[in-house]
Structures are given as structure tokens and as C-alpha cells.
């Protein structure tokens, strides 16, 4: 081979294997420090893209569980009014079964319509209770509200506002009744048999809301695995990958410093 002094081949072949091997090397320690598989864009674009979808998917799905979860507290406080209402109007059927005891005294009668007018007073302040500024109950009519049980909207469970007033416990019938003599004990029974019904349907809609949390956590949960696949750097891979890469630099630190004074054999052929 030829002995030259302006070009050094050798070295500049060694100055590339050892700046691609310290573009490996920080990439790697890049990956390792970060956690990442994917540190900058050009590493996989298609990943990168891939994985900014799911990420955004698993914080919709974050969101939903919580709106799930306060539509279940919802029916909690629901079904906790409708079970005082229950109880209000159990009392109320005993008051009447009492009153109707003729051993009773105008004096006594006289204690349980107080009693009546006060139990009748209550069925009013539930019939206009609230949850976060939302009525629990609806009002004339019956109503709904539509609770998204999944991250794109596109499936949703609906709950029922009871209506205290109507189909759900009928308590106007109750409360529009002046005294125990002119309340009937049928409209205390079909009340009762109204409340039981929404209790229910309450339960009915609450089992359904779980099933529905349940499905929404399995989903995160195969989200961030499937994303993590595309994102997470395998540790044990990467740091065998930056083991070999600093032995590149190192060597290619060496032979470059080898190729660089192996052109000073010029200098004795001078000599």
C-alpha cells in the first residue's frame, strides 16, 4: 500500500464507526434516563402517532370512570331519599291504622294529624332534594339522564329521576290529604308499592353503572399496556444495547488514536 500524508483513510473510516457508535450510545442512554423507547419523533413516527391516540383514549377513559362513578353517588343519594320516604310513609300508615282505633280520644287523634301534618311536611323537603345543584327527583313528569359509559360517547346508560310526586310513590295524594280522616289507607299502600318500585329500578340502573365501571377499567388497563408497548423502553434489552455501544466508543476511541498516528511512518521514511 501507498504512504501518504494528506489523506489518513484509515482514520477517517474509524472517526465514522465512532461517531455512529456514539450516536447509538447516547440514544441508549437517552432511552434509559427517560424510560422511553421513543425519546424524539424520528425514532418511530408511526409509533409516536400511534401512542399520542391511545394517550389521549386512556384520559378520556380516566374521565368517563369518573362521570360513571358520579352518576352512581347520584343514585345512592336517590335511593337513600327514596328510603326515608319509605320509612315516612310507613309511619304514616301506622298513624292512620292508629287514628282509626276507636278507643282514641279527640285529644289523641288530635296528636297524630301534629304528627301527620309534620311527616307530610318531610315528604315535601324530599321531594325537593338535590344532588351538586341537580334535583334527585323529577318533577311532573318522570325524566332521565344520560350517563356516556364509554371513552367516544357512543354508548350511555340512562337513570331515572323518580318522581315522588307521580308513578314513583305518588306522594301528593299524601300530602294533598288535610287531615288523617280524609287520607285513604289505598293511596298510603300504592305510595308505599311506588317507592318500592323506584328502589328498584334505582338498584336495577346502579348494578348496571358497575358492570360498566368494571368494563371501563379492564379497557384502560389493555390501553396502557398496548401503549406501553409502543412507548416503554425494556430496560434489560437497552442497557445490553448501551453495554455494547460503550465498548464501540471506547475501541473506536482507540483505534482512531492508532489510525491518526499511524501516518507518522512518513516521517521516517524522511528520516
Known sequence: MSVVINTNTSATVAYGNLASSNQNLQKSLNRLSSGYKIVQPSDDAGGLAVSMKMSAAIRRTDATSTN???????????????????????????????QLDVTKSASDKANYQTEFTALKNQLTSLAAEQFNGVSIFAGAAASTLSVSI????????????????????????????????????????????????????NG???????????????NKQNLESANSRIMDVDVAAESTQMARYSILVQSGTAMLAQANSSSQIALRLLG
Open 204 to 218: 336495577a340502573e346502579y348494578s348496571r353503572l358497575a358492570f360498566a365501571a368494571d368494563m371501563l377499567s379492564t
Open 150 to 201: 364509554d371513552q367516544g360517547n357512543t354508548q350511555s346508560v340512562a337513570i331515572t329521576k323518580a318522581n315522588l310526586n307521580g308513578t314513583s310513590g305518588n306522594v301528593t295524594s299524601i300530602t294533598g290529604a288535610a287531615t288523617l280522616d280524609g287520607l285513604a289507607v289505598s293511596a298510603i299502600t300504592t305510595a308505599i308499592e311506588g317507592v318500592a318500585t323506584s328502589r328498584a329500578q
Open 68 to 98: 360513571v362513578a358520579n352518576a352512581q353517588s347520584f343514585l345512592q343519594v336517590q335511593d337513600g331519599a327514596l328510603k326515608t320516604a319509605g320509612k315516612v310513609l310507613d309511619r304514616i300508615s301506622e298513624l292512620k291504622t292508629l
